[in-house]
Every structure is written in structure tokens, then in C-alpha cells.
């Protein structure tokens, strides 16, 4: 894909990405995993897998199952720890010619901002997104996103011990009101929003009479819930100033279309990541031509112009 740069700015810290196609946090490993299916630098950004301070092992085995049109997870952040990822993975990743954002895991505001403030003194890191879905062990496990006030409380640990690094929130649907929390972690000081996580959803084995997954409960994404990450985007992008970023079944181009068109700034490719390993390779070349195709000049014009 042509230079097509992304410029996202919100309360005073910006991102630029190098086209609006970037991957979605969990799917596509510490990046170095794909190289064998396209060039990194092609994409817009990596969006790196969940990260915590110490190392995790996840949730027991079932923890991935095939759904109609989508996949249910309950991974548990399974992950190798600041340490490991600044030593061995973070060198590896072209960071010069693709920005790389880590995604946040912690279980406190205070553990948030100490893993921020070790990511902000780390070459190579171009802004970090923060997993909002964590439990937060101090409120009996509630997820931070399930609360306007612990969605605020976490982003700005994050802000105000990230430097100047540009701090993304990925919002959960799993809530009464998106547009609640999203204007909480704008006026905490995100930088932009990504929306959505997964769905909590579950599966069941008929003949087992057992769950699918080892948790029971697991986040549902693909295909499957692109209706609800397309309606989540238009409600948080008419409620908040800040840039969003679309997340959910996006597997071709027109899906990147369609998110814009809600009013989306950047898309992340997730599940489709997980089906065929170049997906967002192929997505990012292939979306010149799809908008020549619907004769779409550029994504400002196109951005927000859902016809109502």
C-alpha cells in the first residue's frame, strides 16, 4: 500500500500511523510471528498482544473454539513479561518503519502506571493501548470498563505516567452505555479510543455436555459481531472529539470502508489475523484500489459520511 498517513491527535499527544490498517492486539502475536507473511512496515501499526509486568500463563487448555462466523476465546493474557518483551521481542520489530503500540494489562490503577511509566522509558515504542476489560481485583474482579469512574481512574494512571506517549483505550461493549465510558477516558486524557473488544459470549458441546472452553466464558470476535463494533463506532465517534479506532470482524477491505464511513480514523484487523495469516497484509495493499473502485478519492472525504 501507497504512503496514505494517518494522523491521530487527541488531548495533546498524536499518533502517526503509517496507513489506517493496523493489527489487533492479541491476534497477531508480538509481530514477529508474521513476518513470513508480509512486511510489517507495510501495515499502518502493530498492535502487540496484552502485556503485564510479570509473565502470565493464561487460562487452562480448551481456550480458543470455533463459532458460526466468528471464535470464542478465553485466552488469559497469556504473555512473557515486560522484561522478556523489551529484551527479546521489542529489538526484533522494525519500530523505525512501523509504529509499535503495546497493549496494557494490569489489575490496579497503580500497577497501570507503573507498567506505562517502564514502557515510556523504552526505545522503540511509538504508544500504548490499554486493556480496560482487565478485572480489577480491589472491586471484587468488575472489569475497569464496566465503570465510567474506573475507566477514567485507569486512563489517567496511564497519561500521567506515560510521558508523552500517545495513549490509546480499547472499550468493551459488554456495558450499559459505550458512549459513557468513552467520554470518561477522554476526559482523562486518552489520546484516542479503540473500539470494540470482544463480546462476552460462550459455546456449548451437545454430545459432551460440556462448555467449549476450559473458562466457560470466553470474548466472542470475527465477522460475527461487526455489527455491533459498527454501531459502537458511530455512537462513540458523535460523542466524543477524540480519533476512534475500529475493531471487529474487519476481513477485506470494504470492511475498513465501511468503519471509516462511521466515522472511524483507522481500523484494526483481529480474528481474520488468526484465518489466514496474511490477512492484514492483504488488506492494506488491496485498499487503494477498493476505494478507486467506489470512487472514493481519500478517507477525510469518506470519514463520517454515513448518510442518515
Not at 90 to 116: C, R
Not at 146 to 175: F, R
Amino acid at each position: 500500500m501507497g504512503k496514505q498517513r494517518i494522523t491521530l491527535s487527541g488531548n495533546g499527544r498524536t499518533l502517526v500511523l503509517n496507513n489506517p490498517v493496523l493489527t489487533a492486539s492479541g491476534t497477531f502475536g508480538y509481530g514477529l510471528e508474521y513476518t513470513p507473511f508480509g512486511n510489517l512496515a507495510s501495515l499502518g501499526g502493530i498492535v502487540a498482544k496484552g502485556l503485564s509486568l510479570l509473565p502470565r500463563q493464561g487460562n487452562p487448555m480448551p481456550r480458543i473454539a470455533e463459532t458460526p462466523s466468528g471464535m470464542l476465546n478465553a485466552v488469559g493474557l497469556q504473555n512473557c513479561g515486560f522484561d522478556e518483551f523489551v529484551k527479546r521481542k521489542l529489538p526484533k520489530l522494525p519500530h523505525k518503519d512501523v509504529p509499535v503500540i503495546v497493549n496494557l494489562y494490569a489489575t490496579s490503577p497503580a500497577e497501570f502506571a507503573e507498567l506505562a511509566g517502564k514502557l515510556a522509558a523504552t526505545e522503540g515504542i511509538a504508544a500504548l493501548e490499554v486493556n480496560i476489560s482487565c478485572p480489577n481485583v480491589k472491586e471484587g474482579g468488575s472489569s475497569f470498563g464496566q465503570s465510567a469512574t474506573m475507566a477514567a481512574k485507569v486512563t489517567e494512571a496511564v497519561v500521567n505516567a506515560s510521558g508523552t506517549l500517545p495513549v490509546l483505550v480499547k472499550l468493551s461493549p459488554n456495558v450499559t452505555s459505550i458512549t459513557e465510558i468513552a467520554k470518561a477516558c477522554e476526559g482523562a486524557g486518552a489520546t484516542a479510543l479503540s473500539c470494540i473488544n470482544t463480546v462476552t459470549g460462550m459455546g456449548v458441546d451437545l454430545q459432551s455436555k460440556r462448555p467449549l472452553l476450559a473458562n466457560v466464558i470466553g470474548g466472542l470476535s470475527g465477522p460475527a459481531i461487526k455489527p455491533i463494533a459498527l454501531r459502537c463506532v458511530w455512537e462513540v465517534t458523535r460523542a466524543v472529539s477524540i480519533p476512534v479506532i475500529g475493531i471487529g470482524g474487519i476481513s477485506t477491505p470494504e470492511d475498513v470502508l465501511e468503519f471509516i464511513l462511521v466515522g472511524a480514523s483507522a481500523v484494526q484487523v483481529g480474528t481474520a489475523n488468526i484465518a489466514l495469516p496474511d490477512a492484514a497484509f492483504r488488506i492494506a495493499e488491496a485498499l487503494p484500489h477498493t476505494m478507486h473502485k467506489y470512487g472514493i478519492s481519500s478517507l477525510d472525504e469518506l470519514r463520517g459520511g454515513l448518510k442518515i
